[in-house]
């Protein structure tokens, strides 16, 4: 066993940690955060994506002593700080972006992370950047349409189209 | 209506919130004080005899708490099955042994052998490794039809055959649709596999066993669809566990299409070996553990004819399936290739005469259950395909032979045993055709062309039978228990309500949509209401949700219970208003002396129901809670029309969905956001049935999807943004809120207009392609393409 420490959300965390330990192991064991999902052991799903200083990362790809003196983000941390829902998180709501929950803290995360790399995607780069984020409950139509809402465009005619 | 929400409002749900800061509470979020964690240890082979399990070495690695093996559940019930179909004969089905842990025998790949509970997770899968197996391999049985060829090898030795049942339906109609067949003008046959795939909600499943010795009581916190029925299959079946010491709860569980419906020997395990250990066990599967023990979908090999007269009238259908049950008969499977099948044969048509063969099949796979839509969809893509085939052979349009053929008078007897109350197929076809902007298809095949690539146009009607289900026909198809449904609406001293319901939400957004109904019924603000669900504990009783049922049943059941609040209400408020209840008028919250401007407000009266001063006690009881129990009349049969678009790469086969318009006739809407968003789901899982998943074994019963890596789940940009409409409205005739049910029309319905487009778009260039099995992935429609 080993000592990890890190920043996650602003706070500082540490834990013991074997070698093995994936950080979202780390994540939801050690610190209780459970927020972050395991949906597979392949690393496709996406269920499990966090930043990792400013990176979006599979944390289920990752050592939790790789994460050492990190700055991680969970979905834990996306809500303003009055509590309220972030615009990404809002946008989702507002356009019944999730049904049963699962794996959408990996994609509020995933598309936080294209949104901050690129401020206006297409419907064809946001499809093209979740690749690595499977969800078997909403088609994805309404995870697409929130994104771009989110990224500030009309998606008031996508439902007629 | 409510000022911000009832019936028919496209209210943002409520429990999104959580889910969106990560504050859900799934199963796997759930840790106990002193928790162990187990491990299956699995079988690796489809078949063999178990000689010995050794578990000496194992039982001495470091964390290890206890090693368990089939030998400790010698006196515990098996996993049983809740439906038994009678044959073609009259004799039950065969049914096989299903212990909780394997005993002399292996049967599928991940068939659990030994569990090792051990402190860590990491403990307990580090022991299993060092558990020694004795097996002598057994030949896999794989092929369904060769597996009931004279002296086939068995997968149950105990039994007589690999045959679960072989089913006639309607075994009295089989020489008329024969004499039909026989006389027809035309005749088309499909021979057509609904390939076998896996479920693959994204949370996998988690089962937490938790005891308390000085009660003797039991807790199970798991992935369920319906925590009651697992309650009363483990309890009463299995383990021997009355229900007041037995508690199951299923938390926020991330989607379950089917798959979590069942209970599953892990269940049982966590259970067991609770009140063996006196202490929480848990188990979590992976996902690759999951492909392996979670059940799985389809699995249908058949024939289908169709019979025409000369004016293209249909005449008879007639259909030969063989339905693979996997190992072992899981929760609902028998009933899934039959009633959920045979009886929805008739489609959207008035046909005749039908018969329906199913020959049940044992292999030695993992076992199949229903899958989101569950047998629906394989009758609708052999009807819709057959259709689409003859109308091709006749040289018709597709969409005028469907219009042609379909039902236009209900109530509809069909001749495979169910009524259809109600529909207007005509209406949902010209919405379809709007929709999908039918008339503007040629120009965009001329600009699809000019780039070089196939367009193709697809059609499809569907009905289903949802709302599941009405319990005296389904205890005459075999089911060994009625399928209603409950709620209690409890209100509290000061107005608060909350709704205790049998049915379960795993993304159909029931904390939303049930208290936009009670808030309707009662003119109150829906916030004020909460729906309790998922917990043994807190509800009386309730099946679960599964079938499209959830509102259909279990809302029934919730306006029930609120009309007699309603009336209890009307009488407490008659006395404090010093009238008589039958002058007592209800709306927006306040109970009014008809005629008067005399009223008292709901909160006065919940109040006045709890903490009176004057309480005409002696005519009244006191409290405001009221439990109903539903049994629906009928099915209710959701139908629509679904149109898909496809570019096929002539080069590389491969398709790409351009365009998709479902036109659905869901009856009443409570949420039409939450329902836009069910179609959209459903669509994406049947785009992924119809192009990409397969869930394929080898010979030998490995199966070499086991993974996201080779089981092609759809992503974000396999699947267009869909038009969905739902404005054609008839509502259900039996049910109070006329409601029919959404959940798996998309899954049901898009198959057979996917592979009709792709057909339709091959033949557009020339080429004599009149079928191709799903999934259509390039290298099947390249193939197709060179003859």
């Keep these: ?161 | 209506m409510p000022a911000d929400g009832g019936i028919g409002a496209a209210t943002p749900r409520r429990e999104d919130v959580r889910f969106l800061t990560g504050a859900g509470n799934y199963t796997d979020d759930i840790n106990l004080k002193g928790q162990a964690y187990v491990h299956f240890l699995r079988s690796d082979v489809a078949h063999g005899t178990l000689n010995n399990v050794d578990t000496a070495s194992a039982e001495e690695m470091p964390g290890v708490i206890r090693i368990f093996t089939g030998e400790d559940f010698a006196d515990v019930g098996g996993i049983p099955c809740g439906w038994q179909v009678t044959d073609k004969h009259g004799e039950p089905m065969q049914e096989p042994a299903h212990p909780v842990l394997a005993r002399g025998k292996v049967c599928h790949v991940g068939d659990p052998i030994a569990a090792v509970v051990a402190e860590t997770y990491e403990q307990a899968r580090d022991a299993a490794e060092a558990i020694e197996v004795d097996i002598d391999d057994l030949p896999a049985v794989m092929d369904m039809k060769a597996a009931l060829a004279d002296g086939a090898t068995k997968v149950h030795d105990d039994l007589s055959s690999n045959l679960c049942y072989d089913w006639g339906f309607i075994e009295d109609n089989k020489a008329a649709v024969g004499e039909a067949i026989a006389n027809a003008a035309h005749v088309t046959t499909l021979e057509l596999v609904n390939q076998r795939l896996v479920a693959n909600p994204m949370e996998p499943r988690v089962a937490v066993g938790d005891y308390h010795r000085a009660n003797d009581e039991s807790t199970l916190y798991t992935t369920s669809q319906n925590p009651h029925v697992i309650r009363l299959l483990m309890g009463a079946f299995v383990l021997g566990i009355p229900e007041h010491k037995l508690r199951v709860v299923a938390p926020d569980v991330g989607g379950g299409f089917g798959s979590k419906i069942y209970h599953y020997a892990e269940e049982a395990f966590c259970t067991f070996a609770a009140r063996a250990l006196n202490r929480p066990v848990k188990w979590t599967s992976s996902r690759s553990e999951a492909f392996i023990s979670d059940a799985q979908g389809r699995d249908h090999v058949t024939k289908i004819e169709l019979a025409l007269d000369a004016d293209n009238n249909f005449t008879a259908i007639r259909t030969e399936t063989y339905a693979n049950m996997g190992a072992y008969l899981s929760t609902f499977a028998p009933c899934v290739p039959t009633y959920l099948h045979g009886t929805l044969m008739a489609g959207n048509y008035k046909t005749p005469n039908i018969y329906v063969n199913v020959k049940a099949v044992f292999t030695n796979t993992v076992p199949v259950d229903a899958y989101r839509g569950a047998g629906r969809p394989e009758a609708t893509y052999q009807i819709e395909r057959v259709i689409d085939k003859a109308a091709r052979e006749l040289g018709v349009d597709p969409i005028a032979l469907r219009r042609q053929n379909f039902i236009t008078e209900f109530p509809y007897a069909t001749p495979v045993a169910v009524e259809y109350d109600t529909g207007d197929y005509t209406a949902t076809m010209d919405k379809l055709e709007e929709i999908a902007d039918v008339a503007g298809f040629a120009a965009r095949r001329a600009e699809s062309e000019a780039r070089g690539k196939l367009r193709g146009f697809g059609v499809n009607c569907y009905i289903e039978a949802c709302g599941i289900a009405p319990s005296a026909l389904v205890g005459a198809l075999g089911a060994r228990a009625g399928l209603y449904d409950a709620a209690t609406v409890r209100v509290n001293a000061t107005g608060s309500i909350s709704v205790m319901v049998g049915a379960h939400s795993h993304g159909q957004g029931h904390e939303t949509s049930f208290p936009q109904v009670v808030a309707e019924m009662l003119g109150i603000d829906p916030s004020m209401i909460d729906i309790v669900h998922g917990d043994t504990a807190r509800i009386p009783f309730g099946m679960g949700t599964y079938g499209s049922r959830s509102l259909a049943v279990c809302g029934s059941a919730m306006v029930r219970a609120t009309e007699k609040i309603i009336a209890k209400a009307k009488k407490i408020a008659a006395h404090m208003l010093e009238a008589s209840d039958a002058d007592i008028e209800l709306k927006d919250g306040q109970f009014t002396v008809a005629g008067t401007d005399k009223s008292v407000a709901w909160g006065d009266v919940t109040l006045a129901a709890y903490v009176p001063h004057n309480y005409p006690i002696e005519d009244v009881e006191p409290g405001l809670e009221e439990t109903a129990f539903y049994d629906p009349a009928n099915f209710t049969y959701p139908a629509g029309a679904y149109a898909c678009e496809v570019e096929v790469d002539p080069e590389t086969g491969k398709v790409t969905i351009e365009r998709f318009a479902a036109a659905d006739d869901f009856g009443n809407i409570i949420n039409p956001m939450i329902v836009d968003g069910q179609v959209h789901g459903g669509l994406g899982q049947g785009i992924g049935q119809a192009l990409l998943e397969s869930c394929a074994y080898d010979e030998s019963g490995q199966l070499l999807t086991g993974s996201y890596m080779d089981y092609a789940m759809p992503r974000a940009d396999d699947v267009p943004f869909y038009a969905v409409d739902h404005s054609c409205q008839t509502p259900c005739t039996h049910n109070p809120l006329g409601v029919k049910g959404c959940g798996e029309a998309g899954a049901i319905g898009s198959p057979p207009t996917v592979v009709n487009a792709v057909v339709d778009a091959l033949q557009s260039a020339g080429h004599n392609v009149t079928h191709i099995d799903m999934p259509l992935s390039p290298s099947r429609v390249w193939q197709a393409m060179q003859g």
Excluded: W
């Design chain 1, 1 to 161: 066993m080993s000592q990890v420490s890190m920043t996650v959300n602003g706070k500082s965390a540490s834990g013991e940690i074997e070698g093995r330990t994936l950080l979202v192991e780390f994540l939801r064991e050690n610190l209780g955060m459970t927020g972050t999902h395991v949906g597979c052991d392949t690393s496709q799903c996406g269920a499990c994506v966090v930043h990792v200083d400013g990176k979006a990362v599979k944390a289920c790809t990752m050592f939790a002593a790789e994460a050492e003196g990190a700055n991680v983000t969970t979905i834990e941390g996306m809500a303003n700080e009055d509590g309220s829902l972030g615009t990404i998180q809002q946008a989702f709501q507002d356009h019944h972006g999730l049904q049963c929950g699962f794996c959408t803290p990996g994609m509020v995360m995933s598309a936080a992370a294209l949104l901050a790399d690129n401020p206006n995607p297409s419907e064809v780069e946001i499809r093209d950047y979740l690749e690595g984020n499977i969800c078997r409950c909403t088609g994805y139509h309404n995870i697409v349409k929130a994104i771009m809402a989110a990224a500030g465009h009309d998606v008031s005619k996508i439902a007629a189209e």
